[in-house]
């Protein structure tokens, strides 16, 4: 049936199964070109099938070929952070705004599959690209490797060299933390790194357990914004059996966001 078809193609698939972390720790959405009920019939009930599932668009994508029988390094074996790397594009796809690159990388195929190997290509999306996406197929780039899914049979990569020797744990958390100081600069009108070094007096709102950090109520004051609760740190050289209750006036820098809990990040400072 693969053999039906080709990169670019268009036609209805049905959810096989979801997996919330059966991808490296990511969801896993399994789809079938054809109805796994064995029925036919469309979901929902009306519409059928054939035993086959048509193409309803073909796409033309800007690519070369490459031999699926050989290829240097086992996908299973490939690391986050790894390069640079040397890479053949492949294709270029208007459709999906990426390009997929031969970094030489294989994969075994299951037994239901058919046995044997067959060679993966990387993923370099317009956003992991380094100037414009002027490339053709056979071009030679350097990329480094920014994720790895052996389960789903696919890997990422990327022309930003910053990312070079990084776990793919660490790139995740960092990709989660902007996510999260987006979210909360959304929430207000100013940018919350343009605050960052300024010190406000704030009012305590509760103290950790551990007596370790305080949740902190910035007082901006008439400066036009808001700030929310934070999270305060004891500065360095401060007592640390200092104890604070509700309501307590405390004096606070801020120091960004904090990447853990998705809030504020303050030092107190008294």
């Known amino acids: 049936a693969a053999e039906k078809y080709q990169q670019g193609d268009e036609f ?12 490296n720790e990511s969801p896993l959405l399994v789809l079938t070109a054809d109805d796994p009920r064995g029925k036919g019939m469309a979901l929902g009930g009306t519409g059928t099938f054939g035993s086959s599932t048509r193409v ?11 031999q699926h029988d050989t290829y240097e390094r086992e996908l299973s074996n490939l690391s986050a952070g790894e390069g640079p790397i040397s890479a053949n594009v492949v294709a270029v796809s208007s459709h999906s705004n990426a390009v997929f690159v031969d970094c030489g990388v294989g994969r075994k195929r299951g037994k239901k599959y058919g046995g044997g190997t067959t ?3 990387g993923m370099l ?9 002027d490339f053709e197929a056979g071009d030679e780039i350097d990329v480094y490797i920014k994720a790895v899914s052996p389960q789903s049979g696919r890997f990422m990569v990327t022309q930003d060299s910053s990312i070079k020797n990084k776990k793919q744990k660490d790139l995740k958390m960092e990709k989660e933390a902007d996510k999260r100081k987006d979210r909360l ?5 100013i940018d919350i790194n343009s605050v960052i070094g300024n010190e406000y007096d704030g ?10 950090w305080c949740y902190v109520q910035p007082i901006v004051g008439e400066e036009g914004f808001d700030l929310p609760v934070g999270v305060a740190s004891i500065s360095e050289g401060q007592d640390s059996d200092t104890s604070y209750s509700s309501g307590d006036s405390v004096r606070v820098r801020v120091e960004g966001i904090d990447e853990k809990r998705g809030q504020l ?6």
């Open 119 to 121: 060679k993966v290509l």
């Open 56 to 66: 309803f668009k073909r796409r033309n994508t800007k690519g070369g070929n490459f």
């Open 12 to 23: 209805n698939a049905f959810v096989y199964s979801y997996e919330v972390s059966g991808d």
């Open 203 to 212: 009012v305590v709102k509760a103290q950790s357990k551990s007596g370790n």
């Open 185 to 189: 600069s959304s929430k207000f009108s």
């Open 265 to 270: 990040s303050l030092t107190l400072l008294n």
């Open 125 to 133: 999306r317009l956003e992991d690209i380094e100037g414009e996406m």
